[in-house]
């Protein structure tokens, strides 16, 4: 029994991350471990595992091929597909069947939110998973191609799966812990790590908010318990990993579990160094106090734009005083920020975005990642691209970094919106006090390597696009 799980590479060798929820090309030097691919090895034991990572790996396709041939007989694929790279995946999708027509060939991606997908994509594989937690990849085996019962497992993708009414309760799921060290490639790279050697760990997945711009809205909001987490974590802690990433769209919920955990944390003295996504309204004193006892060291928050209220028409709620205390208090306690920010949302004016700009310098945070407005699959910015002939629904190859598949806003053009996008990332990172400050920053040699790259190599993309 063979499960080939297999991250395809690029034509183009970008550093493409395909998720489940978003595939993008990376802004800096980083490369995010394939966390749904970690999740998912969490169904699989592991003298059944063949994992090809062909970006990390900088493996061809012809290198790929040849390597199949060690593949043990009848093998079970499970590929990821991308919206930006959705021609060349679909040809090589089609390839493997073509040499492995016996084999199931299953697909999860972010081209899955379109309602417009493909028929032809659709046909040519066995099977669309639309989580990485729920299938029963060893159930799915024993099936084979009996394409009803296939459909009627848990996990499985169908036109509505990601419009169900149901999304925003919470429930709790169980998972094993995954096989973290079948995920240690020298080659990911999480741009807020302090140390090279890092794995991902979710205590959460999905999203309980509802902003239109992103897709997160459309996943189930489950959680797993505290316990599961902390067994999860003195596994990761034996294999002598020090850095985390936890993966949550929203860290923090539910607020009783999270405390719970936190407080195991630190209990168990496991001294991890970790960072994670976290949302401002949900900011509390004790909540960001035991973060930073169990050893959070940075916080990406969703800032957006200047103009909260503007944000409401796209459902993104921010709480004004919230957002203050929260940054001041990481301040005191020496947690480092990262606002991101979006740049061409349709009805953003040129001096919105420049307003934008000056509020992610005045806030005084560590990092600022600035995004371009992007019509991604499960959009309302890609259905009213298409509601309006703007774009048709074959449009393809787009990303938040604006380097692909750009569109004109109601307010600036895409010319604009990445000259704006370019000026932001050199107003906010080339000022000579900022500069000092996050060299005063710096917690060792990795850590400063790590900063070092990312920095160049955001600036070297910024001018490039």
């Known amino acids: 029994m063979n499960f080939v799980l297999i991250n ?9 991350m395909r998720n489940f929820d978003c595939a993008t090309e990376s802004k800096g030097n980083y490369l995010y471990q394939p966390y749904d691919f970690l999740l998912l090895s969490s169904k699989i034991k592991e003298e059944h595992l063949t994992f090809y990572d062909c970006i990390a790996e900088g493996i061809s396709k012809e290198k790929l091929f040849e390597n199949f041939n060690t ?6 694929f499970i590929i990821s597909i991308a919206q ?14 073509e040499m492995f027509p016996d084999s199931l060939i299953i697909v999860f991606g972010d081209i899955f939110f379109d309602q417009f997908i493909e028929e032809e994509l659709i046909n040519s594989v066995d099977l669309i998973l639309s989580d990485p937690f729920t299938i029963d990849l060893y159930k799915t085996y024993e099936i084979g191609k009996d394409q009803a019962a296939l459909l009627e497992l848990e996990g ?9 009414s149901d999304l925003k309760a919470p429930k709790k799921f169980s998972i094993t812990s995954p096989l973290h060290s079948s ?3 020298k080659s990911y790279r999480w741009p807020f790590s302090r140390y090279f050697k890092y794995t991902t760990v979710f205590t959460a997945w999905g999203c309980p908010y509802s902003c239109s711009y992103c897709i997160m809205k459309r996943f189930p909001n489950v959680y797993r318990d505290a316990d599961e987490i902390i067994e999860e974590l003195k596994i990761i802690k034996n294999q002598n990993i020090r850095e985390i990433y936890i993966g949550d769209r929203s860290f923090g919920l539910p ?15 496991f001294n991890f160094s970790w960072s994670t996504y976290f949302h401002p309204n949900q900011y509390d004193p004790e909540l960001l106090n035991l973060m930073k006892q169990s050893g959070c060291h940075t916080v990406i928050i969703g800032i957006e734009s200047s103009d909260i209220e503007f944000l409401k028409n ?19 306690l020496g947690i480092s920020i990262c606002g991101d920010f979006i740049i061409g949302l349709p009805g953003q004016s040129y001096q919105e975005v420049l307003k934008t700009i000056d509020l992610s310098i005045n806030l005084d945070i560590d990092y600022a990642s600035f995004n371009v407005a992007a019509p991604l699959p499960g959009s309302s910015i890609r259905e009213n691209a298409i509601k309006s002939g703007q774009i048709n629904k074959d449009f393809r190859g787009v990303d938040s970094l604006g380097k692909t598949g750009g569109l004109d806003s109601d307010q600036l053009t895409h010319e604009q919106i990445i000259e704006l996008r370019n000026l932001a990332v050199r107003r906010f990172y080339l000022r000579p006090t900022y500069l000092l400050k996050r060299i005063s ?25």
């Open 8 to 16: 395809p590479p690029d034509k183009d060798n970008r550093k493409i």
């Open 71 to 76: 593949l043990r007989p009848n093998p079970m």
């Open 84 to 97: 930006t790279s959705y021609a060349q995946d679909q040809i090589f999708i089609n390839e493997v069947k």
């Open 156 to 164: 499985v993708w169908h036109k509505e799966v990601y419009n169900r």
């Open 183 to 185: 995920f240690l490639n």
């Open 255 to 269: 607020r009783n579990n999270i405390i719970s955990l936190l407080n195991k944390m630190i209990l168990n003295k």
């Open 314 to 332: 796209f459902g993104r709620h921010t709480k004004k005083d919230k957002l203050s205390a929260l940054i001041s208090h990481a301040k005191e």
């Open 441 to 465: 920053k710096i917690r060792g040699i990795q850590h400063f390597w790590i900063q070092f790259q990312e920095g160049y190599e955001l600036f070297k993309k910024s001018l490039k696009v």
